[in-house]
């Protein structure tokens, strides 16, 4: 998902386009013979976070991939809010966030020289402050003058995650954000995700942690085999409500 930072670079104010929520109409993805996604269809709107809830190969990377304009759906169509990402794809990439399996991250470099890197593609004014603005939302104020590779994983997660937060995109697509994370961190997370979502951001997450999640969520869509096998507003007992939806025949 590289290109959502390389996109970045050819940004410049009049595209810096918004939009307040995502339309998903009856999306599909093919992969030859394979169906990764088949009809999905629901909405997302600012100031909300939606959880995409499914086993390993339930279409959940394969969707955010297609949110975050990097994969185009076979057939069906994800507008941003009245915007096409066929005709404004590269300009709608400066306005998403992305975490992703690979973090992205330079091991050579610091913390704080990693996140203001990538503040200085997205033009920021200041990025060194805003890369110190950024490690203390992380919890990590303390290390950044050390460089990556002598971080935990936990850690480097956390860097990662103000990596793809460092523009303050409108979209926030986090594949299995908890990844790594001790408990304390965990929590700080799920603050930082609330926090985001009062500020209008749209955050959507694909996660396994279904404890962490619970509570958390505006939506959930479970998903099975690629399609919607439930889509729940306001979600409790999420573990409980897994089990059910996908027990299911």
Same mark, same amino acid.
């Given at each position: ?12 104010? #009049? ?84 975490? %992703?399996h690979d973090l992205f991250l330079y091991p050579e470099l610091t913390a704080h020289e990693n996140l203001a890197f990538f503040a200085g593609l997205y033009h920021s004014a200041d990025p060194a402050g805003v890369a110190t603005r950024a490690l203390a939302h992380a919890g990590l104020a303390d290390r950044a003058g050390d460089q ?19 523009? %303050? ?44 999640? /619970? ?18 507003? #306001? ?7 897994? #089990? /059910? ?5």
């Amino acid at each position: 998902m590289t290109n959502v930072v390389s996109a970045s670079r050819r940004t410049s104010t #009049r595209d810096n386009l918004d939009f307040d929520h995502i339309a998903v109409s009856d999306v599909s993805r093919h992969f030859g013979r394979r169906r990764a996604v088949s009809h999905v269809t629901f909405t997302a709107r600012s100031g909300s976070i939606l959880g995409l809830l499914g086993p390993n190969g339930a279409g959940k990377s394969t969707m955010l991939a297609m949110l975050a304009t990097l994969l185009r759906p076979t057939s069906g169509s994800v507008r941003f809010g009245s915007l096409d990402p066929r005709e404004h794809g590269a300009a709608l990439r400066g306005r998403i966030g992305v975490l %992703g399996h690979d973090l992205f991250l330079y091991p050579e470099l610091t913390a704080h020289e990693n996140l203001a890197f990538f503040a200085g593609l997205y033009h920021s004014a200041d990025p060194a402050g805003v890369a110190t603005r950024a490690l203390a939302h992380a919890g990590l104020a303390d290390r950044a003058g050390d460089q990556v590779h002598s971080f935990s994983r936990g850690m480097r997660q956390r860097v990662a995650l103000e990596r793809a937060l460092i523009h %303050g995109p409108r979209l926030a697509l986090l594949d299995e954000p908890f990844t790594g994370l001790d408990d304390a961190s965990a929590a700080a997370l799920v603050g930082r995700l609330r926090a985001l979502r009062d500020g209008g951001t749209i955050v959507i997450l694909a996660t396994h942690d279904l404890e962490l999640a /619970d509570g958390l969520l505006d939506e959930a869509i479970f998903l099975r085999d690629g399609r919607v096998a439930s889509a729940v507003a #306001r979600p409790g007992q999420l573990r409980s409500m897994y #089990r /059910d939806v996908m027990g299911r025949s």
